[in-house]
């Protein structure tokens, strides 16, 4: 069994948690230092020397998969493997208040271009972006 911090459409109630929601064996509120940028109907988090610096938090939830659930995100996130031309990468992080909380999460290197959600959690956004 893996932990993994999702942070976005993933999340229950957004367009991708049926990935997921099938493989969660539980799952926990936390948070991340990151930050998150709009990629248009998704997010990306950003983890960099700005985020660290300003100590921007990503708010999601810290979910337990197998390894199928796994596989499945890593699919969604087009991760194919460490050195691999990827579009996120996977990478090994700790919640921001309770270190004891650690897994993996999928984040971009930098932005991209995409701009800046200055909101710490992807549905808050999401939501005041649609105007639902």
């Not at 610096?53 to 596989?71: E, F, M, P, T, Y």
């Not at 999460?105 to 972006?129: F, L, T």
């Amino acid at each position: 069994m893996m932990r993994v911090f999702i942070y976005g459409t993933l999340l229950p109630g957004e367009s991708n948690h049926h990935v997921v929601a099938s493989f969660a064996q539980t799952s926990r509120p936390g948070q991340i230092i990151g930050r998150l940028v709009d990629c248009g109907s998704y997010p990306a988090a950003i983890r960099d020397a700005e985020s660290k610096q300003r100590n921007s938090i990503i708010r999601g939830q810290w979910i337990v998969v197998d390894r199928a659930g796994l596989s499945s995100m890593d699919k969604l996130e087009e991760f194919y493997g460490i050195e691999e031309n990827n579009d996120y990468e996977r990478v090994w992080v700790r919640d921001a208040c309770k270190s004891e909380l650690a897994g993996w999460a999928y984040v971009w290197s930098e932005d991209r271009g995409c701009p800046r959600i200055e909101a710490q959690y992807w549905p808050d956004y999401r939501s005041e972006k649609e105007g639902t």
